[in-house]
Nanobody, 125 residues
Framework: QVQLVESGGGLVQAGGSLRLSCAAS????????MGWFRQAPGKEREFVAF????????NYGDSVKGRFTISRDNAKNTLYLQMDSLKPEDTAVYYC??????????????????WGQGTQVTVSS
Protein backbone atom coordinates (compact mmCIF):
# COMPACT_ATOMS: atom_id res chain seq x y z
CA GLN A 1 0.00 0.00 0.00
CA VAL A 2 0.95 3.66 -0.42
CA GLN A 3 0.40 6.59 1.92
CA LEU A 4 0.74 10.13 0.56
CA VAL A 5 1.10 13.49 2.33
CA GLU A 6 1.23 16.77 0.39
CA SER A 7 2.91 19.96 1.55
CA GLY A 8 4.07 23.29 0.17
CA GLY A 9 0.78 24.96 -0.60
CA GLY A 10 0.01 28.51 0.38
CA LEU A 11 -0.82 31.99 -0.82
CA VAL A 12 1.15 33.48 -3.69
CA GLN A 13 0.74 36.46 -5.99
CA ALA A 14 0.04 36.02 -9.68
CA GLY A 15 3.27 35.42 -11.55
CA GLY A 16 4.91 33.83 -8.55
CA SER A 17 6.06 30.29 -7.89
CA LEU A 18 5.42 27.45 -5.48
CA ARG A 19 6.90 24.00 -5.11
CA LEU A 20 4.65 21.26 -3.84
CA SER A 21 5.97 18.08 -2.31
CA CYS A 22 4.34 14.73 -1.73
CA ALA A 23 5.94 12.37 0.75
CA ALA A 24 5.13 8.76 0.00
CA SER A 25 5.52 5.55 1.89
CA UNK A 26 5.11 2.00 0.77
CA UNK A 27 7.11 -0.53 -1.14
CA UNK A 28 5.27 0.12 -4.40
CA UNK A 29 6.15 3.81 -4.73
CA UNK A 30 9.11 3.30 -7.03
CA UNK A 31 6.96 1.28 -9.43
CA UNK A 32 3.91 3.54 -9.32
CA UNK A 33 2.94 6.21 -11.77
CA MET A 34 2.53 9.39 -9.76
CA GLY A 35 0.17 12.20 -10.59
CA TRP A 36 -0.93 15.62 -9.48
CA PHE A 37 -4.57 16.66 -9.67
CA ARG A 38 -6.40 19.76 -8.54
CA GLN A 39 -9.93 20.67 -7.64
CA ALA A 40 -11.44 24.13 -7.31
CA PRO A 41 -14.73 24.76 -5.49
CA GLY A 42 -17.66 23.61 -7.58
CA LYS A 43 -15.37 22.08 -10.21
CA GLU A 44 -14.49 18.53 -11.14
CA ARG A 45 -11.11 17.16 -10.22
CA GLU A 46 -8.68 18.15 -12.97
CA PHE A 47 -5.58 16.36 -14.21
CA VAL A 48 -2.42 18.41 -13.79
CA ALA A 49 0.52 16.10 -14.51
CA PHE A 50 1.84 12.57 -14.23
CA UNK A 51 5.24 10.97 -14.21
CA UNK A 52 6.04 7.34 -14.94
CA UNK A 53 7.74 5.26 -12.27
CA UNK A 54 10.99 5.36 -14.23
CA UNK A 55 10.83 9.14 -14.60
CA UNK A 56 11.30 8.91 -18.37
CA UNK A 57 7.75 9.85 -19.29
CA UNK A 58 5.73 12.85 -18.18
CA ASN A 59 2.57 14.54 -19.33
CA TYR A 60 0.72 17.72 -18.44
CA GLY A 61 -2.73 19.11 -18.64
CA ASP A 62 -3.19 21.75 -21.30
CA SER A 63 -3.82 24.48 -18.77
CA VAL A 64 -0.42 24.07 -17.09
CA LYS A 65 1.89 23.12 -19.96
CA GLY A 66 5.00 25.23 -20.03
CA ARG A 67 4.46 26.49 -16.48
CA PHE A 68 4.50 23.41 -14.23
CA THR A 69 7.13 20.69 -13.91
CA ILE A 70 6.59 17.31 -12.28
CA SER A 71 9.51 15.31 -10.93
CA ARG A 72 10.21 12.49 -8.51
CA ASP A 73 13.03 11.24 -6.35
CA ASN A 74 12.48 7.55 -5.82
CA ALA A 75 15.37 7.31 -3.37
CA LYS A 76 13.56 9.82 -1.14
CA ASN A 77 10.06 8.53 -1.91
CA THR A 78 9.04 12.06 -2.83
CA LEU A 79 7.06 13.61 -5.66
CA TYR A 80 7.34 17.28 -6.59
CA LEU A 81 5.41 19.84 -8.57
CA GLN A 82 7.22 23.03 -9.46
CA MET A 83 4.67 25.69 -10.34
CA ASP A 84 5.85 28.85 -12.08
CA SER A 85 4.02 31.81 -13.59
CA LEU A 86 1.03 31.11 -11.41
CA LYS A 87 -2.34 32.51 -12.36
CA PRO A 88 -5.45 33.12 -10.25
CA GLU A 89 -7.16 30.30 -12.13
CA ASP A 90 -4.59 27.91 -10.67
CA THR A 91 -6.25 28.35 -7.28
CA ALA A 92 -7.37 24.93 -6.07
CA VAL A 93 -6.68 22.12 -3.67
CA TYR A 94 -3.82 20.10 -5.13
CA TYR A 95 -3.67 16.35 -4.60
CA CYS A 96 -0.92 13.87 -5.25
CA UNK A 97 -1.96 10.40 -6.27
CA UNK A 98 -0.42 7.04 -7.05
CA UNK A 99 -1.34 4.50 -9.69
CA UNK A 100 0.02 1.16 -8.56
CA UNK A 101 -1.44 -0.87 -11.43
CA UNK A 102 1.87 -0.69 -13.37
CA UNK A 103 -0.09 -0.13 -16.56
CA UNK A 104 0.31 2.56 -19.21
CA UNK A 105 0.38 5.96 -17.48
CA UNK A 106 -2.75 8.01 -17.77
CA UNK A 107 -4.30 11.21 -16.51
CA UNK A 108 -7.60 9.47 -15.85
CA UNK A 109 -8.51 10.16 -12.24
CA UNK A 110 -10.13 6.74 -12.00
CA UNK A 111 -6.80 4.99 -12.51
CA UNK A 112 -5.25 6.35 -9.33
CA UNK A 113 -5.94 4.23 -6.30
CA UNK A 114 -4.04 6.15 -3.59
CA TRP A 115 -4.60 9.80 -2.72
CA GLY A 116 -3.20 12.37 -0.35
CA GLN A 117 -5.29 14.77 1.71
CA GLY A 118 -4.52 17.75 -0.51
CA THR A 119 -2.83 21.10 -0.04
CA GLN A 120 -4.44 24.47 -0.75
CA VAL A 121 -2.89 26.75 -3.35
CA THR A 122 -4.30 30.25 -3.60
CA VAL A 123 -3.08 32.69 -6.25
CA SER A 124 -4.05 36.30 -5.76
CA SER A 125 -4.19 39.00 -8.41
Amino acid sequence: QVQLVESGGGLVQAGGSLRLSCAASGRTFSRSTMGWFRQAPGKEREFVAFIKWSGDSTNYGDSVKGRFTISRDNAKNTLYLQMDSLKPEDTAVYYCAADSTYSTPTGDVRRYNYWGQGTQVTVSS
